[in-house]
């Protein structure tokens, strides 16, 4: 009997590859079943090869009759894996629906052709569009193979409608669209407007559905049943028999980087499908990234633009509020207290944009300055007064609130800062007759929450908005005429580099929900640092003008996206330990080829428990950091030196923060 060899890719956290061997014919991206150590694990087959003299195991099973991943997806898992340097058993795993990573499941491929009918059905659209929105649209419809184009529209420019009709083009032509969304959760409109128009032809996939209705979706996906989707980074692989266009909607978005396990950027694994299947593909901000500028200014992207609001009003003044020698309450200035007041009085809505939920961030002793932090992290508690809690934001640890210290027994204890609780409860004391909204994190848990609020929100004429970021994005909100931005100055302040990039983004979006019916909105940002170079470039509203000299600055100062950045980090119970393996790993870094800063603590430095550092690597190429990445990662694999296996150690290239 003949025997085949084949590479297969197996979910452990092991940099490399394994060859098995079976008498069956096997096509590369198709799931088998193999012994693995003393269990049973799924692999995926990915490529076959020639004879071995390695001794092999046999392939168990072959689980299905047909590939799930197609070769080109295949190569793109590969180029994820080397990219990233995460191993590929495990990149291919994070992209495989939960149902799928089970070996006693089957999969059952099939192909349903498109029915033309039901998409000319769709040719009636709600809106006409404007000139801007058609030239765009006409752009965006001629590009041909891969071509990212940037589609920078202002705040309530009408993206969405220029979506849709390029979703529309590729359906007319039996195509595939891949529309990729932040957190379609907290956003339903573009879902809404997409399905509204399509219909039958749409599916949504998205970590708060059940992993069965996620893989019911991803099959009719792959099958040609559905022919949009909008998903959420994990979205970014599902397979498409005809993929014809995919759409990063708030493309600078840093929820499209994931943070744990296999630190990918779906954004960038978007970008690299559509060069690898020659397709072009749109990148919808009205913030765009810095990273994204900078290839449209080398022109290796294309940009459209959208300049005015489908309203013609005016976008929202900004003022800057120094508030170093004012009397806070709650966090508000007596200022921006007025100008809420105002608002209320012409019957219009405020908004106050604070990125802390809970009551107050610190808790403290005022007699012998102590404050409650986390048993397992080296974070403050944050007291929660509606579920009388002190919270760790970071693990969810929630522990009672002590009526005396713990430290010193004295009955002094009381909070420090303000949260969105605070501010909620203070503005009612304020304004007792007004209607008052909380959107943050612990209000809209329950399912069906967040719709309520959006819509009691929408049915109501005037009143307050109190909410994190997650009030800020894609919401329309046509009464909204005042926004108060409270607690901006940890974006100037933070150690984190893109933490200025993503304040901006932050202003700029939140302006955006305001002044949309009127055209007289103002947007009060409070500050201590009035001066900052930055905040002053925003208080134009113009977005692009904070990025150029935000990137003037970059470049300057040779920090990304004008140099190339990655991070080892290594955690451990022990901050010794990840002391001692980060300053042995050095040795595996050609530090004439890149500039090596640590090890240090991360921002993060102790969670649950363990102890968080790292060594950042910086490179003026892409290329370099791979080259000087890979041969890292390499070493420490083949490592005979026990310290790199008394850590658990990663390595996130194109870190969001440290
Ligand atoms: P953006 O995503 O660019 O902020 P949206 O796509 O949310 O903007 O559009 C803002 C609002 O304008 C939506 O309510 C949308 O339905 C509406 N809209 C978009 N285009 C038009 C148009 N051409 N005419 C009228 N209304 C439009
Ligand atoms: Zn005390
Ligand atoms: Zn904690």
Not at 96 to 119: D, S
Not at 472 to 481: A, M, Q, R, V
Not at 606 to 625: D, E, F, M, P, W
Request: charged share 20%.
């Amino acid at each position: 009997m003949s025997k085949f060899f084949y590479n297969v890719a197996i979910a452990v956290p092991l940099r490399q590859i394994f060859t098995y061997h079976s008498n069956q014919q096997i096509i590369p991206g198709t799931r088998v079943a193999v012994k693995f150590g003393r269990t049973n694990k799924l692999g995926i087959v990915t490529e076959a090869i020639n004879e071995t003299n390695i001794k092999t195991k046999p392939i168990h099973i072959v689980l299905d009759d047909l590939p799930i991943f197609s070769k080109t997806e295949l190569k793109i898992f590969q180029w994820a894996s080397d990219y990233y340097l995460h191993p590929i058993g495990e990149v291919i795993n994070s992209f495989l629906p939960t149902n799928l990573r089970q070996t006693k499941n089957t999969f059952e491929a099939e192909t349903i052709e498109g029915n033309k009918e039901i998409i000319e059905q769709n040719s009636e659209f709600e809106t006409t569009l404007n000139s801007e929105q058609i030239k765009a649209v006409k752009f965006l419809n001629e590009l041909k193979g891969f071509m990212p184009t940037l589609l920078h529209g202002v705040t309530g420019s009408g993206k969405t409608e220029v979506y849709i009709r390029c979703i529309y083009e590729q359906l007319l032509n039996n195509k595939s669209v891949l529309v990729l969304a932040p957190e379609i959760a907290l956003t339903p409109q573009l879902e809404s407007r997409v399905k509204d128009q399509f219909g039958d032809l749409v599916g949504v996939y998205h970590s708060k559905m059940t992993p069965s209705a996620r893989y019911k979706t991803w099959k009719k996906f792959r099958s040609g049943e559905i022919k949009v989707i909008i998903g959420t980074r994990s979205a970014a692989m599902i397979p498409a028999p005809k993929l014809g266009l995919i759409v990063v909607d708030e493309e600078h978005d840093s929820s499209y980087k994931q943070q744990e396990g296999f630190k990918f950027s779906a954004r960038d694994i978007a970008i690299k499908r559509a060069q690898i299947i020659k397709i072009p593909i749109i990148l919808g901000s009205a913030t765009p990234s810095l990273r994204t500028l900078k290839l449209v200014e080398e022109k290796k992207f294309k940009t459209i633009s959208l300049t005015k609001r489908v309203t013609q009003k005016n976008p929202p003044k900004f003022t800057i509020l120094d508030i170093n020698d004012v009397q806070l309450v709650s966090g508000l200035a007596p200022q921006a207290i007025e100008a809420i007041s105002q608002t209320l009085k012409q019957k219009k809505q405020a908004m106050i944009f604070i990125n802390r939920r809970g009551f107050a961030p610190q808790f403290i002793c005022s007699y012998c300055d102590w404050k409650a932090m986390c048993n397992s992290c080296d974070s403050s508690l944050v007291f929660h007064h509606q579920a009388a809690r002190l919270i760790c934001h970071r693990c969810d640890s929630a522990f009672g609130v002590p009526t005396h210290c713990p430290n010193c027994s004295k009955a002094q204890l009381s909070f420090l800062g303000t949260g969105t609780e605070q501010l909620e409860e203070t503005l009612k004391e304020l304004f007792p007759k007004i209607s008052i909204h909380r959107m943050d994190r612990d209000s809209t848990t329950k399912a069906g929450s967040l719709e309520t609020l959006l819509s009691e929100i929408n049915n109501s004429d005037t009143g307050i908005l109190i909410g994190t970021q997650m009030l800020i994005k894609g919401h329309d909100f046509p009464n909204l005429e005042l926004v108060v931005a409270v607690d901006i100055d940890q974006g100037i302040t933070s150690l984190n580099s893109s933490a200025v990039e993503e304040m901006g983004q932050q202003l700029i979006q939140v302006a955006g929900r305001a002044g949309r019916s009127y055209g007289n909105a103002t947007v009060l940002v409070q500050s201590r640092y009035v001066n900052d170079q930055n905040l002053l470039q925003l208080k134009s509203g113009n977005y692009l003008n904070f990025a150029k000299s935000l990137m003037k600055q970059r470049q300057l100062t040779n920090q990304p996206p004008y140099i190339f950045e990655a991070s080892i980090k290594a955690s451990s119970p022990k901050a010794q330990t990840n002391i001692e393996m980060l300053n042995h790993a050095k040795q595996f870094i050609d530090s004439s080829k890149c500039l090596l800063i640590g090890p240090i603590p991360a921002i993060q430095s102790k969670v649950r428990g363990s102890y968080n550092h790292h060594l950042l690597i910086q490179a003026n190429t892409r290329t370099r950091l791979n080259k000087l990445l890979a041969h890292l990662s390499h070493s420490l694999s083949k490592d005979k030196n026990n310290i790199s296996k008394k850590v658990r150690w990663g390595i996130n290239v194109d870190p969001l923060e440290f």
